[in-house]
């Protein structure tokens, strides 16, 4: 006869680890979108039961936002950490579209951006998470302009460029390439890409 666990109050939810049932939410709500993720799929996917899912998370659109944060958190500490040997603005911009296209290809192409697709379901959806996804967006154009202000004032990047035209161009082309990525491009053909919109500096 098993032994009954009396350290564990009756109906508790064992204990996970946060950080890693999120990181396996993203990667749903990354491949196939906000509608297209169910509770069943999620459930599966971060090794809770569905009880677990709504005590921890409230629903659904709970563990959207919260595996959101986990994805910007994540994504942004990887990108500064690349970002932290640059000693010239132009080399930062490089370095962040060398980053998109390094994700932009092969299985973590093909699993898509989280951002983009979020902001193609939510749009019209729920307020509060669109301007998450808003807001996402925005301090991703104004990271690339103050490197490209910051490459002006160095001299890497011509000066008589208008910056925040140009930051808002390698935005969209950083966003398009997460979305190309889906498609299966090979890393020569993003590094290409990545390369020519460098030029754009110029």
């Known amino acids: 006869m098993n032994q009954i666990d009396k350290t564990r109050p009756a109906g508790r939810p064992r204990e996970f680890d946060r950080d890693e049932v999120l990181d396996a939410a993203l990667s749903v709500f990354s491949e196939h979108g906000y509608e297209a993720t169910s509770i069943s799929l999620l459930s599966e996917a971060m090794g809770l039961t569905a009880g677990s899912l709504y005590k921890a998370f409230g629903d659904k659109r709970g563990v959207f936002l919260a595996a959101f944060e986990r994805y910007r958190q994540?994504?942004?500490?990887?990108?500064?950490?690349?970002?932290?040997?640059?000693?010239?603005?132009?080399?930062?911009?490089?370095?962040?579209?060398?980053?998109?296209?390094?994700?932009?290809h092969g299985e973590d192409g093909r699993r898509g951006c989280m951002v983009v697709g979020s902001a193609n379901d939510l749009a019209n959806l729920d307020q509060e998470a669109a301007d998450r996804v808003a807001r996402a967006v925005r301090e991703n154009e104004e990271r690339i302009l103050t490197h490209i202000r910051a490459g002006q004032a160095d001299g890497s990047v011509r000066a008589d460029l208008d910056a925040e035209s140009l930051a808002r161009t390698l935005l969209c082309l950083t966003l398009g390439m997460r979305v190309v990525g889906r498609t299966g491009p090979d890393r020569d053909a993003m590094a290409a890409t990545a390369a020519i919109a460098l030029k754009l500096l110029d």
């Open 74 to 104: 994540v994504r942004g500490a990887l990108l500064e950490a690349r970002l932290a040997g640059c000693r010239t603005g132009r080399q930062a911009v490089e370095e962040i579209l060398r980053y998109y296209a390094d994700w932009s």
